[in-house]
């Protein structure tokens, strides 16, 4: 975030328009536009719009999509996988073609050879928009906060924290999946523009340690600031952190 673009909007409703919008300057201008997509609460208001843009006419047919992450032991029939999310928030509402979606299989009997199948995948297309939301750890994918990030598309622990807060989607915290298949950070860094997403109280203080805090790998989305197009969309609660009560933007 080399320059630190901020939008800060009154609603998710409202952020998830703009960003669409974002997506469709980035679908109009290349015959081949690939985006990178999250899962979560955050980027729904962005799905919502973008289905709103596809029914006024926006045709989605050839884009490309690639997803951070998947829960390592969860089919894409089971409503918590990441697949059945993204089928029932956008793909099953548009026209992106089934042939041009890529989830990582969290399924798959060989875990290292689904990780190197997917970063093929990323090296075929390379990402013109990465769509990411922020754990309140400061995850983005499944990069948890260590001591070193990895590059690469891994297999990941989920934290203690991350457990707990996905916890909301599942009856039992026991049924919350330990494991997970993440893109690295290296494939995010190499998308052409970025788009960070948050929303709600609990996401300002993160926030703010990964925009104006030093770049560290126990704050994942603190790399981001080494990119040179990243947007950071908020709400108001989720940007108190940023900004003094004049309103003017904290020092780094
Ligand atoms: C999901 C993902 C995660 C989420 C993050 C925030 O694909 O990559 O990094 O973006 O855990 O989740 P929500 O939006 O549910 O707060």
Redesign the pocket.
């Known amino acids: 975030m080399q320059t630190v673009n901020i939008r800060v909007f009154d609603t998710p409703h409202d952020a998830g328009i703009y960003v669409a919008a974002l997506a469709e300057q980035v679908i109009q201008s290349r015959p081949d536009p690939v985006l990178g997509l999250?899962?979560?609460?955050?980027p729904i208001p962005f799905y919502d719009a973008l289905v709103g843009l596809h029914r006024c006419g926006l045709d989605l047919s050839s884009v490309t999509t690639i997803n951070?992450?998947e829960y390592i032991g969860l089919p894409p029939t089971h409503e918590q996988s990441?697949a059945y999310f993204m089928h029932r928030h956008l793909f099953s509402r548009t026209n992106i073609r089934p042939e041009n979606i890529h989830i990582p299989n969290g399924m798959a009997d060989d875990l290292v050879a689904e990780c190197a199948r997917y970063d093929d995948v990323i090296r075929q297309h390379p990402i013109h928009l990465q769509i990411?939301?922020?754990?309140v750890n400061g995850?983005?994918?499944?990069n948890e906060p260590d001591d070193l990030l990895l590059s690469k598309t891994h297999v990941v622990e989920l934290r203690p924290e991350t457990v707990r807060s996905n916890a909301r989607f599942f009856e039992r915290i026991e049924d919350v999946p330990r494991r997970a298949i993440t893109m690295g950070v290296q494939a995010i860094l190499q998308a052409d523009q970025i788009v960070l997403m948050a929303f709600g109280p609990e996401k300002a203080d993160i926030i703010a340690r990964s925009v104006l805090g030093e770049v560290r790998t126990d704050v994942p989305a603190s790399i981001l600031q080494l990119h040179k197009r990243v947007t950071v969309v908020l709400d108001r609660a989720s940007a108190q952190g940023l900004f003094d009560e004049s309103g003017r933007l904290r020092e780094k």
């Open positions: 999250a899962t979560g609460s955050t951070l992450d990441y990411l939301g922020i754990g995850h983005i994918g499944f």
